[in-house]
């Protein structure tokens, strides 16, 4: 490994999901007497996964090594070979066999080496396993789509200025949330891993892995118009995108054929329609493994069951349509469906509640029947479609898939990603160890039925050497073992030699932690940039201290060189706050709610994991059509703010704007919001569409209200029809991004608009809040309530 080419790339790395300062923890530093370094880094965040990694260095040529993987995420590679494990800290390989983690070939164990960073992007796996799509960071919001060789470790770059995807611990995989445009990766592999198209800037281009590079032209890969989430892959070589209520079919077998894509999808055909209009944004479906059918999920919360190939010459048509609607808005919903027809619809609703729903498509049976609450809704189906697997927080459950009755309640610790190797084997990644069962039938080496086979460790609470040497020929003389613990009570110990794998345990050899050899002494100084803590290296033989790693800091955040704090009106004085405290880290997100609830599950779970507490600005009509999110909001404990008692623009001069009007409306909106959740409204808030005037701001004033203005506008609030009437430019998420990111200033009022715009816009700033959030805390910035920031400038 180059050193100093991966130090950086490492700490690059580990600037993970943290909603201030310190995002990592270093601890449990252990030197031995051959100047091998232990110690364990740490992720922090709020309900995200804290993640830890137990690392091993060499520290004369200071080689630095992971010892340990957490499997956020993992995905069978080099023909079932290898997993490639996913995880904040990066990439790792690790054979199917078991042992240590290994670097995959071209990509580094920690991915990085970019100078505008954030969290560890998200990877995209070929089915074959034998390719891998990643973005390379260029900006805050995009970069580079590359395509990576799994074999030679080579690398291609596809093309410049994608979007950056997400990457979330606990999202659904693949295609699988209610609301999927939150978090995705913006290219789709075929089923045969021939190619994948991929999105940029609303429009849809395919890259045949056959002929690579080929058309080098880019403008020669176009499709058309479009959103990545308008289409899918079906069995057989069959394409399906939807177009308004339309669902086209075409074949993925011309896109081999063709020189020029250009044009593609004109030549589909139309091969059903469904009762509602598709929008990428918020919509998403899935076609049957038989082509015949699908179900469209709209908005994340009614999913409807649609036959296609239907011909209107002969006279059919709709007739009943099985459908399922959740009772709230904002779930996350997997559809789960076999080669027999059989679907299992598996909903998670914004409470946590689950439910379960079964359509036989074969049966004749035209409605979902309710079966019952499962104990976790991610699931994958074995390679037969008999059996599957549920997992998550609670455990892992199998389940005979014909008659949906559970088989055997395989594991009581959480489990964070699995995946069936075959028809009887799993990999189950839980938080403490990644292992792997066989359920019945031919058993690997060592491994009984039923028996788990140890891989790798997943977490390390504690690590350090043994207190004996090692036995004679397992390492160098003087050397010794590693001995780790990954919790369970202290209970489960597990030893290995630095480059053997993890064995079992039952009485470890502990010896006290040491900070010094004879050539080197260790400890951790604190406080640097994001980190709490950074582990230094004092050579005692020689001259000279030095960090571990290189040391890299956030990005000195910009100031508000206006000392005022309430400036937007001249003539409203105090009554307008605008911007915080000069010199201040601290910046403010702000949500306003209008009246629908479009993009708040994503909001919600993204702010959840990052561990923020923000403000929303609530419209009475919000509150009264959908009671249960403004509950849910202020559960949460976040700030709740007024955006008056209707949507009302105050300029309009149909309104007479005066005292009572203004204090009426609050007080209408205060009683709207306290009859729902019991809770008060803080005396913070903004006209709809923040048209604020002196005479408005002063009359909010009599009421003890602040009214809060805004010094970044994002224009994400801009429609189509607006853009042209106003002469302004409409733009992509990704470049409402940047431009956050360039005008940013300590102290400053990020609003974001929630819901839709009537389908007049290709994209919503709020599906990529967490590219957002990682470009703020990039940049050296604490987000805190806009109270926070009222408060701290007085």
């Not at 290994?102 to 164990?109: E, K």
């Not at 177009?243 to 081999?256: D, P, Q």
């Not at 390390?460 to 590693?482: C, H, K, M, N, T």
């Amino acid at each position: 490994m180059n050193f100093r080419r991966n130090k950086a790339a490492f700490f690059l790395f580990l600037l993970i999901l943290s909603p201030c300062w310190g995002g990592i923890r270093f601890s449990g530093l252990d030197i031995s007497d051959d100047n091998r370094l232990l110690f364990i880094a740490e992720s922090s965040g709020g309900k995200g996964q804290k993640q830890s990694v137990l690392l091993h260095t060499h520290l004369p040529d200071r080689t630095v090594r992971p010892l340990s993987a957490f499997p956020e995420k993992m995905e069978l590679v080099e023909g079932g070979k290898y997993l490639l494990i996913q995880n904040a800290f990066g990439c790792q390989r690790l054979s199917v066999e078991g042992g240590l983690p290994q670097s995959f070939p071209g990509f580094p164990m920690f991915r990085g080496g970019f100078e505008i960073g954030g969290r560890a992007e998200s990877t995209v796996v070929s089915p074959d396993g034998k390719w891998l799509l990643y973005v390379e960071p260029t900006t805050y919001a995009r970069g580079n789509l590359m395509l990576l060789n799994g074999t030679s470790g080579n690398a291609v770059k596809v093309s410049s200025g994608v979007e950056r995807p997400g990457n979330i611990p606990g999202k659904l995989p693949g295609n699988l949330s209610g609301n999927s445009s939150g978090t995705f990766f913006p290219a789709l592999w075929s089923p045969d891993s021939r190619g994948f198209m991929y999105s940029k800037d609303g429009r849809l281009y395919f890259y045949s892995v056959i002929a690579q590079s080929a058309p080098p032209d880019e403008q020669y890969r176009i499709i058309g118009d479009g959103a990545l989430n308008s289409f899918r892959w079906g069995n057989a070589g069959n394409i399906f995108y939807m177009r308004g209520s339309n669902v086209h079919r075409t074949y993925g077998a011309e896109l081999f054929a063709r020189a020029i894509y250009s044009g593609f999808f004109d030549f589909g055909q139309v091969v059903g329609k469904t009762p509602f209009e598709f929008d990428p944004n918020f919509d998403s479906f899935w076609i049957a493994p038989d082509n015949l059918s699908m179900i469209l999920c709209k908005g994340g919360r009614n999913l409807i069951y649609c036959s296609l190939g239907m011909n209107e010459d002969a006279g059919t048509g709709y007739t009943v349509l099985p459908y399922v609607v959740s009772a709230r808005p904002g779930v996350r919903i997997n559809v789960v469906w076999s080669d027999r027809g059989i679907i299992t619809v598996l909903i998670e609703e914004s409470n946590n509640s689950k439910f379960a729903y079964r359509l036989n498509t074969r049966s004749g049976v035209k409605s979902f029947e309710a079966i019952g609450r499962p104990p976790e809704i991610q699931c994958r189906l074995s390679p037969n479609g008999e059996k599957a697997v549920l997992w998550g927080e609670t455990g892992l459950y199998l389940y005979d898939y014909q008659s949906w009755t559970l088989q055997s309640g395989l594991d009581s610790f959480p489990v964070q990603s699995c995946i069936w190797m075959n028809n009887n084997e799993l990999v189950i990644g839980g938080k403490e160890r990644i292992e792997r069962l066989v359920l019945s039938g031919n058993v690997p080496s060592g491994t009984t039925p039923r028996e788990r086979k140890l891989l790798c460790l997943s977490s390390i609470v504690w690590g350090g050497f043994e207190d004996a040497q090692a036995p004679s020929g397992s390492l160098p003389a003087g050397s010794r073992r590693i001995v780790a613990s990954t919790g369970n009570g202290g209970n489960d110990w597990y030893i290995t030699g630095g480059n053997s794998p993890w064995i079992l345990t039952r009485i470890p050899l502990k010896r006290e932690a040491k900070i010094a050899s004879a050539d080197y002494r260790v400890y951790l100084e604190n406080s640097r940039g994001f980190w709490e803590n950074v582990p230094m290296v004092r050579n005692t033989v020689g001259v000279g201290t030095f960090s571990l790693f290189d040391p890299f800091e956030p990005e000195k955040y910009s100031v508000i060189i206006d000392k005022r704090n309430s400036v937007l009106l001249p003539s409203a004085g105090d009554y307008v706050f605008t911007n915080g405290r000069q010199g201040s880290p601290e910046i403010a997100l702000c949500f306003d709610l209008y009246d629908d609830a479009d993009g708040l599950r994503t909001v919600l779970e993204t702010l959840d994991h990052f561990g923020l507490k923000v403000t929303f600005f609530f419209n009475g009509e919000f509150i009264r059509r959908y009671p249960q999110s403004a509950r849910d909001i202020a559960s949460l404990g976040h700030e709740a703010g007024s955006m008056f008692y209707a949507p009302l623009d105050l300029s309009d001069s149909r309104y007479k704007i005066d005292n009572t009007f203004i204090t009426r409306g609050l007080a209408r909106n205060e009683d709207e919001f306290f009859k729902t959740t019991g809770k008060e409204l803080s005396l913070l808030w903004h006209p709809p569409y923040y048209m604020i005037t002196p005479d408005i701001a002063a009359a909010a004033a009599t009421a003890g209200y602040r009214t809060i203005g805004r010094n970044i506008d994002s224009k994400d609030w801009l429609s189509s029809s607006d853009a042209r009437r106003l002469g302004m430019e409409q733009r992509f998420a990704a470049d409402m991004i940047d431009a956050i990111a360039a005008e940013v200033k300590g102290g400053s009022i990020i609003p974001i608009r929630l819901g839709s715009l009537e389908r007049d816009r290709p994209d919503y700033l709020f599906n990529s809040l967490e590219v957002l959030i990682n470009a703020l805390i990039r940049k050296g910035y604490e987000i805190v309530p806009v109270s926070t920031l009222v408060n701290k400038s007085r």
